[in-house]
């Protein structure tokens, strides 16, 4: 029977190294740790990204600095190292336990000079206690002779080429037991001045030990342990890891509290069984069980682990980067991917972390205000990037996708403007399905004000059409640049200024003083209230008696192109148009129009949508275009009764990284596709709606399930969902 819990590999492709590398990645929503071996390889991209640690870098501002690596662990037979570009790989299998997070790797190798041995080794970053990292290897050799573990803390670590460490000092404490000391390692980033620390425990597990050293390497402390190695006796070693960050203690205790914390830790038995039971609660809440579809239950699986490693549960300074710690793609940077795509997840699972991320944007408030006003407006502009400060980190340039050599500018930092409002949309979302007043009126209500405040100041009166419109912008389908009245930027921004003034309204009556306070601080006069009405009654919303609406103006008119004529295909339309060519056709990147209606369906009947449906759809770049479409198509198909369409977008979705279906998986997991596959199947194939009286589920299925089960908060209290087909 197939282990619908484990991702499983079962020979080692170099080829497909770095997919690979973003699969196998664990975390535990402090730092994660890519799916590099332990002993290293040729051209690997090895990488811990830490939240929140940020360092300046050239053109794209900033970036989340590779951490100092906790993982090496090499080892000899004899004087014979074990890597698998050497020798002969004559078995290997890799796994990922999903329940736990263990990542577990089985190599059977001959060494070059002939020594064979089996090789495990097994790695987790705790969820119980997000410091600790524990890295094992146990080897069975088949000769007599030495293995030798030598584990290390590495401190030149760069972002492929980009050096952000500069070490601090390095140096051997006194272990609790054993013959080995605990290593230390201190580190900073070279711009920010954030300061890392880890102290490592090596501690012989099994077998007879020959001799153990202490190496005071420069900028990668390293202990080693020999072991005599018997024919078919189990030796092993394991590594235990503290880390800590100045962001979550004072630079002067770093080095003493890594290593106090890993001469306590526990060992690897009872720290898994901590770090398990952690699990155990996460998934308990978050699982989502697919009957009758292996191939989707175990990539759903992934999807949701993917989330909950990336999920910050301790920290409200930080937000999750669109590929979230798991690669170098986007460097770290937060997009509208959070709110839109991946809060849905946590205000309906852990709404405490979903209030985390939340609290990132209020806390970035001041630097929101400050890009309004860098660019003559008022009230709250988000970044369309968002790193550390909240500023905005689009970088202005990038090279180009065919040529490296040239430079294309990137206009989403200056007009991809509907950011602000998906912020506001979710913070709304979050106190809805929560019913947390006292955060929304501390917070929340803050949120929405003051980016409909940016709103209605950044509109623009039309006195020729008497209407209030955004001219140049990027909406959600980036494949159009400097469009006016983008439908999705236009309503939303009508709905952040509707639900500003029902906000405040409903402030007045529940928490008086604080919309007294809110009103002076904003400034939200009676002739400023008036404004936001005006735009409100007067905002170009591109309707139309057949239903259909027009993406921004003129977009009709752009070049209609066959999608289905290109196809077998592997590049994006824009890379077979160019970028400007793209531009002037009807191509999406991603459906647009049809995010709107999923956002706001209340708003729009099923005839509205289905016209939408009809003409969006088939224009949709759905494979190579934007990875946030296909989860959110999925679930407009399930409204509109298409369970195979809405199956296709699915799987699209659900297998983008373990399939590498972009063929960019390498740089990070997809994770707004990732979230987005939990809607997809609540919202999509449950037809789970949130009402004024409570919730209601509409089973669509798709073929072959037997059984959908999912949990879900409304309003502080757990909800189970189990579906079986109609009829079943
Ligand atoms: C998409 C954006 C998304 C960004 C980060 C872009 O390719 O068009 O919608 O926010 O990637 O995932």
Redo the contacts with the bound molecule.
């Keep these: 029977m197939t282990d619908l819990w484990t991702v499983t590999e079962t020979a080692f492709d170099p080829k497909r190294q770095h997919h690979k590398e973003t699969v196998f990645t664990i975390g535990n929503g402090y730092l994660s740790t890519r799916g590099a071996f332990e002993e290293g390889y040729p051209r690997d991209r090895r990488a811990t990204f830490i939240h929140g640690v940020f360092d300046a870098v050239p053109i794209v501002v900033t970036e989340l600095a590779n951490a100092p690596d906790w993982l090496p662990l090499a080892v000899f037979l004899d004087d014979e190292r074990f890597s698998l570009d050497t020798g002969v790989v004559e078995s290997f299998e890799r796994r990922l336990d999903l329940r736990n997070g263990v990542l577990a790797r089985t190599v059977r190798w001959r060494s070059p000079g002939g020594r064979g041995a089996t090789l495990v080794f097994e790695r987790f970053v705790s969820l119980a206690d997000e410091h600790l990292a524990y890295v094992r290897c146990t080897v069975t050799p088949d000769f007599a002779g030495v293995v030798e573990f030598r584990a290390a803390l590495h401190g030149a670590m760069d972002n492929e080429g980009v050096a952000h460490w500069q070490r601090v000092g390095q140096g051997a404490h006194p272990a609790p037991s054993g013959p080995l000391p605990i290593a230390a390692l201190h580190c900073q980033t070279r711009t920010s001045g954030i300061g890392w620390a880890g102290a490592m425990h090596l501690v012989a597990g099994g077998g007879r030990r020959l001799a153990s050293e202490w190496w005071d390497a420069d900028n990668a402390p390293t202990l080693t342990l020999k072991m005599k190695a018997v024919p078919g006796k189990p030796v092993g070693a394991e590594k235990r890891v503290a880390q800590w960050t100045t962001r979550d203690l004072p630079e002067a205790e770093l080095v003493a509290t890594a290593v106090t914390r890993v001469a306590e830790a526990p060992a690897w038995k009872d720290a898994f069984k901590a770090n398990a039971a952690a699990w155990a609660i996460e998934w308990a809440r978050t699982d989502v069980v697919i009957e009758g579809d292996d191939e989707a239950q175990i990539a759903m699986r992934f999807n949701l682990f993917q989330m909950l490693i990336a999920a910050p549960r301790h920290d409200d300074r930080v937000n999750i980067g669109?590929k979230t710690l798991s690669g170098f793609g986007?460097r770290g940077h937060a997009?509208?991917?959070t709110e839109i795509f991946m809060l849905p997840l946590f205000t309906y699972t852990a709404p405490e972390i979903a209030r985390n991320l939340l609290n990132y944007r209020y806390n970035n408030l001041p630097a929101a205000r400050e890009k309004a006003r860098g660019n003559g407006v008022e009230g709250a502009q988000f970044p369309w990037e968002s790193a550390d400060t909240g500023e905005e980190v689009t970088p202005t340039w990038v090279p180009h996708f065919a040529d490296r050599n040239k430079l294309v500018r990137i206009w989403t930092g200056d007009i991809e403007i509907h950011i602000s409002a998906d912020i506001a949309y979710a913070a709304h979302q979050y106190w809805r399905a929560t019913g947390d007043d006292a955060w929304y009126i501390a917070k929340g209500v803050e949120l929405i004000l003051d980016t409909a405040k940016f709103w209605a100041s950044r509109a623009e009166w039309n006195a020729a059409d008497e209407r209030y419109e955004y001219r140049d912008v990027i909406g959600?389908d980036?494949y159009h640049e400097h469009v006016d009245n983008n439908a999705y930027t236009n309503r939303f921004a009508q709905w952040n200024l509707e639900t500003a003034l029902e906000t405040l309204a409903w402030l007045r009556a529940r928490a008086p003083e604080r919309a007294a306070q809110l009103t002076v601080q904003l400034d939200l006069t009676a002739d400023r209230l008036a404004h936001w009405r005006d735009v409100i009654d007067r905002m170009h919303l591109h309707v139309s008696e057949t239903g259909l609406i027009e993406q921004f103006d003129g977009y009709f008119a752009r070049q209609d192109v066959d999608l289905a004529a290109l196809e077998p295909r592997t590049r994006s339309a824009q890379e077979i148009f160019g970028i400007e060519g793209c531009n002037e056709t009807q191509v999406l990147?991603?459906p647009d129009v049809l995010m709107l209606q999923y956002l706001l369906q209340d708003h729009y009947t099923e005839d509205q949508i289905r016209t939408n449906y009809g003409y969006y759809n088939p224009r949709t770049d759905h494979t190579y275009g934007?990875?946030?479409g296909p989860s959110i198509q999925a679930i407009v198909a399930c409204m509109m009764g298409y369970p195979d369409d809405a199956y296709e977008h699915f799987i699209r979705a659900v297998r983008a990284d373990l399939r590498d279906v972009r063929g960019n998986a390498g740089d990070g997991i997809?994770g707004?596709s990732a979230a987005g596959t939990w809607q997809a199947v609540a919202f999509g194939f449950g037809g789970l709606r949130i009402t004024p009286e409570g919730w209601t589920v509409t089973p669509r299925l798709p073929k072959g399930w037997t059984r959908l089960a999912f949990s879900f908060m409304h309003r502080g209290m757990p909800q189970q969902v189990d579906l079986r087909p109609e009829g079943a």
């Design positions: 669109a986007y997009f509208w991917d959600p980036e990147k991603q934007s990875s946030l997809h707004a």
